[in-house]
């Protein structure tokens, strides 16, 4: 269970922008689906500990990472979170493996010998165990990717939180490491948030979207059921590249405010 409520600013020297948003769900995947600009990411970066809110609360699987109202603000390495940032934000000098490994070590501890097996096991099951020893600049889009949510995975998070995980990809590669993730998402059986603006994503991975815009929730939809509550603001026009699958078309019409 996700249950998220967060009231925070931020500003600079033109703009103050306020997020004020609520959603719960026990959905494994959440999907914060709305237009660039309207909050996601830094529900994201609060949720992750990034940025400390004002007032609300987040709780994963009924343990309290923050609540303003009775002082609780867990220190971000003891969150047990997995952040996937939009670039991926992998370390030039370091190898592949020394990238996934990054959380697990430090300049005075050397890695475990058994988060060793676990990092070659992650570099296994994404398909990276030949590239162990390049460097990220070596890579395509899509390795790099791998690199990253296998970085993201090697703490043994309670949560994923991935931000725009496929917006620096082509749109075949999308569709490819799509269905790579689903897979991931359902053999970890992790609660995953993902923030999105394209509703292929939604469609393909979420069971659960909270639509944001102007940094309020909007709109909310059951994916499962087809069924949706809140306002309904025009946010996005999606396109429909193939026949929708069965429910499919109303899932499109709930998520674009019909």
Not at 18 to 31: N, R, T
Not at 40 to 58: D, I, N
Not at 220 to 227: H, M, P
């Given at each position: 269970?996700?249950?998220?409520?967060?009231?925070?600013?931020?500003?600079?020297?033109?703009?103050?922008?306020?997020?004020?948003?609520?959603?719960?769900?026990?959905?494994?995947?959440?999907?914060?689906?709305?237009?660039?600009?309207?909050?996601?990411?830094?529900?994201?970066?609060?949720?992750?500990?990034?940025?400390?809110?004002?007032?609300?609360?987040?709780r994963v699987g009924g343990r309290t990472l923050f609540d303003a109202a009775a002082r609780i603000d867990v220190p971000v390495p003891a969150?047990?979170?997995?952040?996937?940032?939009?670039?991926?934000?992998?370390?030039?000098?370091?190898?592949?493996?020394?990238?996934?490994?990054?959380?697990?070590?430090?300049?005075?501890?050397?890695?475990?010998?058994?988060?060793?097996?676990?990092?070659?096991?992650?570099?296994?099951?994404?398909?990276?165990?030949?590239?162990?020893?390049?460097?990220?600049?070596?890579?395509?889009?899509?390795?790099?990717?791998?690199?990253?949510?296998?970085?993201?995975?090697?703490?043994?998070?309670?949560?994923?939180?991935?931000?725009?995980?496929?917006?620096?990809?082509?749109?075949?590669?999308?569709?490819?490491?799509?269905?790579?993730?689903?897979?991931?998402?359902?053999?970890?059986?992790?609660?995953?948030?993902?923030?999105?603006?394209?509703?292929?994503?939604?469609?393909?991975?979420?069971?659960?979207?909270?639509?944001?815009?102007?940094?309020?929730?909007?709109?909310?939809?059951?994916?499962?059921?087809?069924?949706?509550?809140?306002?309904?603001?025009?946010?996005?026009?999606?396109?429909?590249?193939?026949?929708?699958?069965?429910?499919?078309?109303?899932?499109?019409?709930?998520?674009?405010?019909?």
């Open positions: 269970m996700i249950d998220v409520a967060l009231r925070l600013a931020v500003s600079d020297a033109r703009r103050r922008f306020e997020l004020d948003v609520a959603f719960a769900s026990a959905a494994p995947v959440v999907a914060l689906y709305g237009p660039s600009g309207s909050g996601k990411s830094l529900t994201l970066q609060a949720m992750a500990g990034l940025l400390r809110p004002a007032a609300g609360h987040v969150r047990g979170v997995g952040y996937l940032f939009q670039h991926y934000a992998l370390f030039p000098h370091l190898t592949v493996r020394d990238n996934v490994a990054f959380g697990l070590t430090s300049w005075r501890q050397r890695l475990a010998a058994d988060d060793a097996t676990h990092v070659d096991a992650l570099l296994e099951s994404f398909g990276l165990k030949a590239l162990a020893a390049s460097r990220p600049a070596t890579l395509s889009g899509g390795q790099q990717q791998r690199v990253a949510l296998a970085r993201a995975l090697a703490c043994r998070p309670q949560v994923l939180l991935l931000d725009e995980p496929f917006a620096a990809l082509n749109p075949m590669l999308r569709r490819q490491l799509r269905d790579e993730l689903a897979a991931v998402c359902a053999r970890l059986a992790l609660p995953v948030v993902l923030i999105t603006h394209d509703v292929e994503d939604v469609l393909a991975l979420a069971r659960h979207a909270v639509l944001i815009d102007g940094g309020r929730v909007v709109r909310e939809v059951d994916l499962e059921r087809a069924e949706s509550r809140g306002a309904t603001p025009d946010l996005l026009e999606a396109p429909a590249p193939r026949a929708p699958r069965p429910h499919e078309a109303r899932l499109r019409e709930l998520l674009d405010g019909g």
